[in-house]
């Protein structure tokens, strides 16, 4: 299951929901965004659960942005995509960090 959708994709690129010229583009941007997310959270220990959160959706339809510009140099930069991408997956990661358990002594 791909973690976000070409609906998704469209509006970050400013295409139009009708405009189905660049579909199976995008969605081979969202295959390849998908696999650089599960590398990243591979890295950390971590894998996308069943239910995808919105957080790691975000990161698959900017990283798929980040991809789909790229390849199209005529574009405009793409690197701000990349950065975006960045920080919606590192608040997943963040989100899943284990917090410490720490007990407590009472000295009397």
Known sequence: MAYSTVAEL???LNISADDDTHD???TACIASA????DGLLKKCGL???DSVPQLVTDASAHF???LFK???RDQGDASGLWD????FL???IESEEEIPFVVGSSDD
């Open 84 to 87: 975006q991408a960045h920080k």
């Open 64 to 66: 798929a942005a980040w």
């Open 47 to 49: 894998t996308v659960p």
């Open 10 to 12: 469209k509006p970050i």
């Open 90 to 92: 590192d608040a997943y």
């Open 34 to 37: 998908d696999a650089l997310v």
């Open 70 to 72: 790229d390849r199209r």
């Open 24 to 26: 199976t583009e995008l």
